[in-house]
Nanobody, 124 residues
Framework: QVQLVESGGGSVLAGGSLRLSCAAS????????MGWFRQAPGKEREFVAA????????IYADSVKGRFTISRDNAKNTVYLQMNSLKPDDTGVYYC?????????????????WGQGTHVTVSS
């Protein structure tokens, strides 16, 4: 079973940028649809973005469209989330997730494996 480790979180001012990484081990990441989710304090975990196994198709939550970009490097077993024009509402713990079967998905039960998360804080 693939294991996921996120990195790249931190604290930034509104309007700034961060790049999150998700390293997969114990499996071949190209076998998985990969997604990013986030959870703000006191709120449910929500979908952010997902990318197909080959990287050719992506989907985004409306709240991040035009600001965030998901990408993957299957040779490095790594998925990225480039976050630009960050807003305080983007604050939360960001989780990487992997889905073995099926296509792109936006719901947490549709993903099989999860990382431990990385914290992102955006201040105004």
């Amino acid at each position: 079973q693939v294991q996921l480790v996120e990195s790249g979180g931190g604290s930034v001012l509104a309007g700034g940028s961060l790049r999150l990484s998700c390293a997969a081990s114990g499996g071949t990441s190209s076998n998985y649809v990969m997604g990013w989710f986030r959870q703000a304090p006191g709120k449910e975990r929500e979908f952010v973005a997902a990318i197909s196994r080959g990287g050719g198709t992506t989907i985004y939550a409306d709240s991040v469209k035009g600001r965030f970009t998901i990408s993957r490097d299957n040779a490095k077993n790594t998925v990225y989330l480039q976050m630009n024009s960050l807003k305080p509402d983007d604050t939360g713990v960001y989780y990487c997730a992997a889905r073995r079967l099926g296509g792109l998905a936006t719901k947490t039960p549709e993903y099989d494996r999860w990382g431990q998360g990385t914290h992102v804080t955006v201040s105004s």
